[in-house]
């Protein structure tokens, strides 16, 4: 009897045990890990090797290449996990940063593109200061290395970083913004398509996936090593047919993601970000998520009866201090809402203001306002304008009154803030409004967006010529982000660029500008002449051009990048962070440019 006992207590055993494992498969991430610290391991590895070749050059650059197919592998991950230690020590640009966040330190270029340029660009390499910044990036690595051996993520955030993957692949990999001396942008791009397949596979090891997903995840095997062939077959990066690419291969595959997602079961998270995920076209508007451009994320009432009061406000010159100017007198709908001057005109009618007056469609994607970024949300740039004596010379107290007493207004701000204090109509209620009819002023409907959402007669090959060209040998891409076409970075859009571009003081190009730009907000050196990327949507109605509207055509414009701007005019210009050299353009790439920009216009969203 004992003997049976103890026999039937070791079956139970085992089946506990074996029901044990059954019960408790291993998740993705268990997979993952020892894939995400052996390629860091192999990457660090590489980068060693660098130090201890430093008399061959052909080793250090086959050791550099060698740790950058180890790093993209993993980029999805590190972009996503640590954003921070990529943009300022891992693979930021090769441009001076400094962050108001940071007070005023110096950001220098470092990191991967920083060793890149040393070893491919350079004509007398300086070994010592090679190696300075291999130990800098080491240093990094090691601290990711150690970070990493007990980092946990949700499966659901696993499969998001492949959409922010896809995200990064088609606005930053593949329009100049890293690999820009060596331009192995295709081959990379294949590094990255790896890695993502990698996590694919991990979810296909662990027992979470069910028939559906086991179905999608070979599709998505499939597609990824469709999309690597089609980078295969590029000549060279800047010959790459791009848009094809995207509208084709980026746009399947993360149709296939969405579909994979869902098909877990797996919930979206719910972190407070710019792309709402969960849309099978990456690009559109509503893959945006509005409300995270706004200061008042959680302000979500009534929004279309506050964009419609904000909209009659916008063109009622009330909000003027002499009742005699509206927000519409710089910002014409029918300019691109811009005004067609050089400099807009000041109050009292016969001054200009210093700069030209910006477009505001699209405006919400920004994290800075002004040329000079001195503000960081609409409703701060808003209030600036109308208390500037010079532009709107307005109070907003005494505008509060006013609409107070206005019998229509005060119906529709009953309606609109039903239930708060608002209701009386209040400073915060009427810059609220107006704030939410320039977000609703997006323009994502050109003939450029619906060549991407698949309809292929939208653009023409010339066209499309043009959209290769602007994000290759052009190297306009790696400034104006695709697809919004400014300086906010994606995937994120947490991060608003500025560029020092030498511009002339006037269409002769004969002297630069004295305008000191970003430096008159924050003081720092590195920011002397230095402005915000503006979008260049619809850039064919808001002629004329640049920050101070010296340039009426973009011919023109065309003309100043091909040159090398300020530097290429021969100005002294300290940092300048357009290359200086000519472009090489011919006569015909700069139509094709300028082809290519017209298929940005796009009024649907206000006509």
Same mark, same amino acid.
């Given at each position: 009897?004992?003997?049976?006992?103890?026999?039937?207590?070791?079956?139970?055993?085992?089946?506990?045990?074996?029901?044990?494992?059954?019960?408790?498969?291993?998740?993705?991430?268990?997979?993952?890990?020892?894939?995400?610290?052996?390629?860091?391991?192999?990457?660090?590895?590489?980068?060693?090797?660098?130090?201890?070749?430093?008399?061959?050059?052909?080793?250090?650059?086959?050791?550099?290449?060698?740790?950058?197919?180890?790093?993209?592998?993993?980029?999805?991950?590190?972009?996503?996990?640590?954003?921070?230690?990529?943009?300022?020590?891992?693979?930021?640009?090769?441009?001076?940063?400094?962050?108001?966040?940071?007070?005023?330190?110096?950001?220098?270029?470092?990191?991967?593109?920083?060793?890149?340029?040393?070893?491919?660009?350079?004509?007398?390499?300086?070994?010592?200061? #090679?190696? !300075?910044?291999?130990?800098?990036?080491?240093?990094? *690595?090691? =601290?990711? @290395?150690? /970070?990493?051996?007990?980092?946990? &993520?949700?499966?659901?955030?696993?499969?998001?970083?492949?959409?922010?993957?896809?995200?990064?692949?088609?606005?930053?990999?593949?329009?100049?913004?890293?690999?820009?001396?060596?331009?192995?942008?295709?081959?990379?791009?294949?590094?990255?398509?790896?890695?993502?397949?990698?996590?694919?596979?991990?979810?296909?090891?662990?027992?979470?996936?069910?028939?559906?997903?086991?179905?999608?995840?070979?599709? #998505?095997? !499939?597609?990824?090593?469709?999309?690597?062939?089609? *980078?295969? =077959?590029? @000549?060279? /990066?800047?010959?790459?047919?791009? &848009?094809?690419?995207?509208?084709?291969?980026?746009?399947?595959?993360?149709?296939?993601?969405?579909?994979?997602?869902?098909?877990?079961?797996?919930?979206?998270?719910?972190?407070?970000?710019?792309?709402?995920?969960?849309?099978?076209?990456?690009?559109?508007?509503?893959?945006?998520?509005?409300?995270?451009?706004?200061?008042?994320?959680?302000?979500?009432?009534?929004?279309?009866?506050?964009?419609?009061?904000?909209?009659?406000?916008?063109?009622?010159?009330?909000?003027?201090?002499?009742?005699?100017?509206?927000?519409?007198?710089?910002?014409?709908?029918?300019?691109?809402?811009?005004?067609?001057?050089?400099?807009?005109?000041?109050?009292?009618?016969?001054?200009?203001?210093?700069?030209?007056?910006?477009?505001?469609?699209?405006?919400?994607?920004?994290?800075?306002?002004?040329?000079?970024?001195?503000?960081?949300?609409?409703?701060?740039?808003?209030?600036?304008?109308?208390?500037?004596?010079?532009?709107?010379?307005?109070?907003?107290?005494?505008?509060?009154?006013?609409?107070?007493?206005?019998?229509?207004?005060?119906?529709?701000?009953?309606?609109?803030?039903?239930?708060?204090?608002?209701?009386?109509?209040?400073?915060?209620?009427?810059?609220?409004?107006?704030?939410?009819?320039?977000?609703?002023?997006?323009?994502?409907?050109?003939?450029?967006?619906?060549?991407?959402?698949?309809?292929?007669?939208?653009?023409?090959?010339?066209?499309?010529?043009?959209?290769?060209?602007?994000?290759?040998?052009?190297?306009?891409?790696?400034?104006?982000?695709?697809?919004?076409?400014?300086?906010?970075?994606?995937?994120?859009?947490?991060?608003?660029?500025?560029?020092?571009?030498?511009?002339?003081?006037?269409?002769?190009?004969?002297?630069?500008?004295?305008?000191?730009?970003?430096?008159?907000?924050?003081?720092?050196?590195?920011?002397?002449?230095?402005?915000?990327?503006?979008?260049?949507?619809?850039?064919?109605?808001?002629?004329?051009?640049?920050?101070?509207?010296?340039?009426?055509?973009?011919?023109?414009?065309?003309?100043?990048?091909?040159?090398?701007?300020?530097?290429?005019?021969?100005?002294?210009?300290?940092?300048?962070?357009?290359?200086?050299?000519?472009?090489?353009?011919?006569?015909?790439?700069?139509?094709?440019?300028?082809?290519?920009?017209?298929?940005?216009?796009?009024?649907?969203?206000?006509?």
């Amino acid at each position: 009897m004992k003997v049976k006992l103890i026999g039937l207590i070791a079956i139970s055993l085992i089946l506990v045990v074996a029901n044990g494992f059954r019960g408790k498969p291993k998740q993705p991430m268990e997979y993952y890990g020892p894939y995400l610290l052996q390629e860091l391991e192999y990457c660090i590895a590489e980068l060693t090797k660098i130090r201890s070749n430093k008399t061959d050059l052909k080793l250090m650059r086959s050791s550099y290449h060698e740790s950058r197919k180890h790093y993209k592998h993993i980029e999805l991950f590190i972009e996503y996990c640590s954003p921070v230690e990529s943009k300022y020590s891992i693979n930021g640009p090769l441009v001076l940063k400094s962050d108001p966040e940071y007070g005023n330190k110096i950001f220098y270029p470092c990191g991967f593109q920083a060793i890149e340029e040393m070893l491919f660009d350079s004509e007398n390499l300086d070994t010592n200061k #090679l190696i !300075r910044l291999v130990n800098d990036l080491l240093i990094e *690595l090691d =601290k990711l @290395k150690i /970070y990493y051996q007990s980092i946990d &993520l949700a499966n659901e955030e696993l499969l998001e970083m492949l959409q922010y993957e896809l995200y990064r692949i088609s606005s930053l990999n593949l329009n100049g913004y890293d690999a820009t001396i060596t331009l192995t942008g295709l081959q990379e791009t294949i590094w990255c398509l790896d890695g993502m397949s990698e996590l694919i596979e991990c979810f296909g090891k662990s027992n979470l996936a069910n028939k559906e997903v086991k179905k999608l995840g070979a599709v #998505l095997s !499939r597609q990824l090593d469709l999309s690597k062939s089609a *980078l295969m =077959k590029g @000549k060279t /990066y800047n010959d790459f047919n791009r &848009l094809p690419f995207i509208q084709l291969h980026i746009n399947s595959l993360n149709k296939t993601i969405v579909k994979y997602h869902n098909a877990t079961g797996l919930p979206w998270t719910q972190a407070k970000r710019a792309l709402n995920l969960n849309n099978e076209f990456l690009f559109a508007e509503e893959s945006f998520n509005m409300r995270y451009f706004s200061i008042y994320f959680n302000d979500t009432i009534n929004l279309g009866l506050k964009r419609y009061i904000g909209e009659k406000i916008f063109f009622d010159p009330i909000i003027s201090g002499n009742n005699g100017r509206s927000c519409a007198t710089c910002h014409n709908p029918d300019l691109g809402f811009t005004d067609g001057f050089p400099k807009s005109i000041a109050m009292n009618e016969s001054d200009e203001l210093p700069r030209n007056a910006p477009t505001l469609l699209n405006v919400s994607f920004q994290q800075a306002f002004f040329y000079d970024g001195r503000a960081y949300q609409l409703e701060q740039q808003i209030i600036d304008v109308i208390h500037n004596p010079f532009e709107m010379a307005g109070d907003l107290t005494q505008i509060t009154r006013l609409i107070q007493t206005n019998k229509d207004y005060k119906k529709l701000f009953s309606k609109a803030f039903d239930g708060t204090h608002d209701t009386m109509i209040t400073p915060y209620a009427i810059i609220s409004c107006l704030a939410e009819y320039e977000r609703s002023l997006v323009s994502l409907n050109s003939r450029f967006d619906q060549f991407l959402r698949g309809d292929l007669k939208a653009m023409n090959s010339r066209e499309i010529n043009g959209y290769n060209l602007f994000a290759g040998k052009a190297l306009c891409g790696s400034c104006h982000f695709f697809p919004i076409f400014n300086g906010t970075v994606p995937p994120f859009f947490n991060d608003t660029e500025f560029e020092i571009l030498g511009t002339p003081s006037n269409a002769n190009n004969q002297s630069l500008d004295p305008d000191l730009g970003r430096f008159n907000t924050t003081g720092v050196e590195i920011h002397k002449f230095a402005f915000k990327t503006p979008t260049v949507r619809n850039i064919e109605l808001t002629a004329p051009y640049m920050h101070n509207g010296i340039y009426k055509t973009l011919d023109e414009v065309i003309e100043f990048y091909h040159k090398g701007g300020g530097l290429g005019f021969g100005f002294e210009v300290p940092n300048q962070t357009l290359p200086f050299d000519s472009l090489q353009l011919s006569i015909t790439e700069k139509e094709e440019i300028v082809l290519f920009l017209k298929t940005l216009t796009d009024t649907t969203s206000y006509r």
